[in-house]
């Protein structure tokens, strides 16, 4: 699953699993679709920001395994992990924007 955030300013693009883990460090449920206020985005920014100091170094959620079998995926060497706190970046700055230009933040499956 993908999850693709929306301001009226721009769109943004998320695995799901890490997008959801971001959604509930801000506070909210993570359910998908759902959407913040553009009058409660600094308090999900702060709670975000708060909830990465603490946790952000984890890497962020795999992708769930399409097929454990596959023996070809066992022989690649795999790229390290990606933290919490750089997957956070492109949706902090998103939020940002939202912030300063009053926009809400919403967002979907895709």
Known sequence: MIVKFTTRFGHLTMLGESAVTLLRMTG???????????????????????ALEVSGDLPSPAPVARDETDDEDD??????????????VPLI????????????????GG
Do not use: N, Q, Y
């Not at 022989?75 to 997957?87: F, G, Y």
């Not at 009053?102 to 979907?108: A, C, I, N, R």
């Open 28 to 50: 909210h449920s993570g359910g998908v679709p759902g959407a913040i206020l553009a009058a409660d985005l600094r308090h999900a920014l702060d709670e975000l920001r708060k």
């Open 75 to 88: 022989d690649r060497e795999r790229e390290p992990p990606v933290s919490l706190r750089t997957r956070a």
């Open 93 to 108: 700055d998103m939020i940002e924007t939202a912030i300063a230009r009053s926009s809400d933040l919403m967002w979907e």
